[in-house]
């Protein structure tokens, strides 16, 4: 678990998710997908235009702010830099919600 959640320099979890939390990011990862290949034409679903660019720019700005962090232990700005989670979170986690954001930011305002 110290590779993917937030732990302090003494190891102790300072995020203590349990499985209705990792089903709700599940299901929002899926969501966010989904919203993707409405808009690029992938799928057909009937869906107000409002939810579907709504949708698609809120997701987008939520990777751009986990990216960026919470000044303390994830996103680039994290202080904390020696842990197992953070040397991962600075070359894995933090660039792919980096790269999910602008590229949600990119297909919705350029499509």
């Not at 698609?56 to 989670?85: E, Q």
């Amino acid at each position: 678990m110290e590779k993917v959640l937030p732990t302090n320099e003494e190891g102790k979890k300072m995020l203590n998710p349990g499985r209705a939390d990792g089903a709700m990011v599940g299901a929002f990862l899926l969501f966010f997908a989904l919203l993707f290949f409405i808009k690029i034409g992938y799928i057909t679903i009937y869906m107000p235009h409002l939810i579907n660019r709504f949708g698609i720019t809120v997701i987008s700005v939520i990777f751009l702010l986990r990216a960026m962090g919470d000044f303390r232990y994830v996103g680039f700005t994290k202080k904390i830099k020696t842990t197992t989670f953070a040397k991962l979170d600075t070359k894995f986690y933090s660039p792919l919600c980096l790269l999910l954001g602008i590229n949600g930011l990119l297909t919705e305002f350029l499509n």
